[in-house]
């Protein structure tokens, strides 16, 4: 019997388990919020009750994923549609993240889902509109059966410290690169 | 106004546009199948008719997709259940995998469907039992409305070569590091 195929069957013998998980996907590539979207289809399989909350106003993208979440029973919200991204209006966007954390860790805290997925959460981090030792802070106090998953660019270190698993997604190639416009469907 | 954010919406203005393309998930790193299976939902959002060919016996893993795929209308196969991973029985699995190709290639051939999700096939490739110039010469002659995504580690350099969007996820940090097993619903 030759070994088994390096494939990601993520089963290991003789591990410690966990009630929930904090998951990161970041990095400059493809794939961060579809593989969260992807975890919430598996979820979904498994009967959890799921939120997604949208950091960051979407426009028509991810109208898709919204509409077929809704229907899968998906408490999903979109909190950054109100930003201005008006550097004379800042304490506006500022006001905005503030409200947008703040249901967050109501949502969190509620512990009415198993999965909680922020979108894109981490350009508010970025930004300095949400504090990254209080989205620590939510994160340690969770519910302990409420898994959370992250998503974004530049995931602050502090974030990836208390994470129990982060992905890089890293762009090899993109279709882009030969000027070809993203697809619908595949690219959003 | 300040610039909009650093965020991944795909949209730009002036690109060629293009009826399909050839998507890459590889790298060790998780989110390889799931940023598929996301994919896949939004594709599915969108009207979309999807196939998914698995390559590799999933065991009981990955079965909460199959179900949730197949309720959504997804043409799901598990191509891979036929492998013995036995070395006096190479015979036998080199055949399976020539027939699971074989499906496969009639699948893309037919256009029946807007997307093919060729799930773990770079296995297939690396230990020889399918043939790259092969899998090429059958993507550069799909249907122009056929998208096909191929998941799995060490995709060759030849079908990076050929392939529009390459991505790869990159494993900076992962919960079994820290000896807690995969968690079903999120994991598996």
Do not use: C
């Not at 991204?85 to 954390?101: Q, V």
């Amino acid at each position: 019997m030759t070994d088994l195929p390096p494939t990601d069957d993520p089963r290991r013998d003789g591990l410690a388990t966990t009630d929930s998980l904090v998951l990161v996907n970041t990095g400059d590539g493809k794939g961060k919020s579809t593989a969260a979207f992807g975890t919430m289809l598996r979820a979904l399989a498994q009967g959890w009750s799921v939120a997604v909350l949208q950091f960051i106003k979407a426009g028509d993208w991810k109208v898709g994923e919204e509409a077929l979440g809704r229907k899968l029973g998906v408490h999903w919200r979109a909190l950054g549609t109100g930003f201005t991204w008006d550097s004379d209006d800042l304490d506006h966007d500022r006001r905005i993240a503030a409200e947008a954390w703040a249901e967050a860790r109501a949502v969190i805290g509620s512990g009415d889902h198993r999965l909680v997925i922020l979108d894109e959460l981490t350009y508010l981090l970025t930004w300095g509109w949400v504090d990254v030792a209080e989205v620590i802070a939510v994160l340690a106090d969770r519910p302990s059966h409420t898994s959370v998953i992250i998503t974004g660019r530049d995931a602050p270190d502090a974030l990836i410290e208390v994470a129990d698993t982060v992905t890089e997604m890293r762009n090899v190639k993109h279709a882009y690169d030969r000027g070809i416009a993203a697809k619908k469907g595949l690219d959003y």
